[in-house]
């Protein structure tokens, strides 16, 4: 494409001008295309009409400078090439402008090119080289935010990968283009780097067009679990598990459909046994953590009776037990005093997985007792509001709510509702 000055327009003789517009159309352009009728071409081929200067600019599109040059027999011709427009007058420029607004093709490439300068206005302004005083910084964030420590350490982790890919520079095109392309490769592994990067940039760089230059990519959700245990699987390895803190852990697991950290961190202050409930709530530290709520979960009166009659002074004996080894250690006596499962998680979990590969011969995710519980739940038509409260998937605000307003009611309807689903993991099958 040939783009020329007013001036050097003017200086193309009619002669010349024919030629172009011969050529031009010998290439197959159309007449529509230059913006004029088959009728006035004719004329013009005729000599009835002159090549007009519009005309002119539009055939000139269709032209690269060597063949321009060539038609014109001016090897020395000036096109015009970017750099030059600040010799242009005002007019000069005005009759550019207006030979693009006039084009749609010319249009679209002119705003291709406008949209590519700012992206890069964009990144010279908002580029940031990270330092160490900055990832000291996004540690003190998530510490304010009261995420766990397992939490604490995954964005960490996330975000010192990202960093390192990037080269410890971010800006605007860098971050869309590096998520993206983490999205296409490993969905879940790019929400979790785009949130600890979210959270870099906005309460530790503070920087909103950085913050919403991408977008946290969401991994495709699995309609289908295999590792979700029926309620005969989940049974009989509860009934194979021969150690009591174990039995009573597995079981307990089940029954409320907590997260098995939320199990192994519950204090003994939250358990009620007249209700068959385990109550969060009562610590609003503990209940409102992050993303991750409990509230109020009920278990079956059977398993109430397990952990009254069996656990609780086994429980007992072995705090007294250990309470010297625990002092010697460095420990505290009365932080394991207030757990209600004193023990090594690990030991828990091998006693566990020993009772499945007795009972059931395969393994199976602690975790994924949270889905049996829900899908068990669901089966039994209870409605998703009361499995949400049981499992503290609402909102803190509006568990609030409830709790000042309504939670006498609810606590009765909750515990009917349970109770009618019939979930009881040690009762035996008649």
């Not at 969401?218 to 009934?239: F, G, I, Y």
């Not at 003994?268 to 409930?277: C, K, S």
């Not at 420990?331 to 997985?353: G, H, M, N, Q």
């Not at 007792?369 to 909102?395: A, C, D, E, K």
Request: glycine fraction near 4%; proline fraction near 6%; hydrophobic fraction near 40%.
């Amino acid at each position: 494409m040939v783009v020329l000055t007013p001036a050097e327009v003017a200086r193309i003789g009619q002669e010349v001008r024919l030629k172009i517009l011969e050529y031009v159309l010998a290439k197959g352009v159309r007449p529509r295309d230059l913006g004029v009728t088959s009728s006035l071409i004719a004329k013009v081929k005729h000599g009835y009409r002159s090549v007009s200067d519009a005309l002119l600019v539009a055939a000139l599109r269709y032209l690269s400078p060597d063949e321009f040059r060539a038609i014109a027999g001016e090897p020395e011709a000036v096109v015009l090439r970017p750099g030059a427009l600040g010799r242009l007058s005002q007019a000069e420029k005005a009759f550019i402008a207006k030979v693009v607004v006039q084009d749609p093709e010319l249009r679209s490439l002119i705003r291709s090119y406008l949209k590519d300068a700012e992206q890069e206005d964009l990144d010279e302004g908002h580029t940031y080289t990270v330092t160490k005083r900055q990832l000291e910084e996004f540690v003190r964030v998530l510490k304010a935010r009261r995420v766990s420590d397992a939490t604490l350490k995954d964005r960490v982790r996330y975000l010192t990968a990202a960093l390192t890919d990037l080269n410890f520079t971010l800006s605007p095109s860098r971050l869309r283009d590096y998520v993206a392309d983490l999205a296409g490769r490993s969905p879940d592994r790019a929400a979790h780097v785009a949130k600890a990067l979210k959270i870099f940039a906005k309460h530790v760089l503070r920087d909103r067009v950085l913050y919403d230059s991408f977008t946290t990519p969401r991994p495709p959700e699995r309609l289908w679990r295999d590792d979700v245990p029926t309620l005969e699987e989940v049974k009989a390895v509860a009934k194979a598990v021969e150690w009591v803190p174990a039995k009573a852990y597995f079981a307990l697991l089940a029954e409320t459909g907590l997260r098995p950290g939320e199990v192994l961190n519950a204090k003994l202050g939250w358990l009620q046994l007249d209700e068959a409930m385990l109550v969060p709530a009562k610590d609003a530290g503990a209940a409102v953590r992050g993303s991750k709520r409990s509230y109020v979960a009920m278990f079956s009166w059977r398993l109430r009776d397990f952990l009254r009659d069996e656990y609780l002074p086994r429980r007992l004996r072995d705090v007294r037990a250990s309470e010297s080894r625990t002092a010697n250690l460095g420990r505290d006596p009365a932080v394991v005093r207030a757990k209600l499962f004193p023990y090594r998680p690990s030991r828990l979990r091998a006693a566990v997985y020993e009772a499945m590969d007795k009972a059931l011969g395969r393994r199976f995710p602690l975790y994924s007792l949270r889905h049996f519980f829900t899908t068990y739940m669901t089966s039994r038509g209870v409605p998703p509001l009361y499995i949400n409260v049981w499992q503290g998937r609402i909102p803190p605000r509006e568990f609030k709510v409830m709790q000042q307003h309504y939670m006498g009611v609810w606590l009765e309807d909750l515990r009917r509702k349970y109770d009618s689903a019939g979930l009881c993991i040690l009762c035996e099958d008649r």
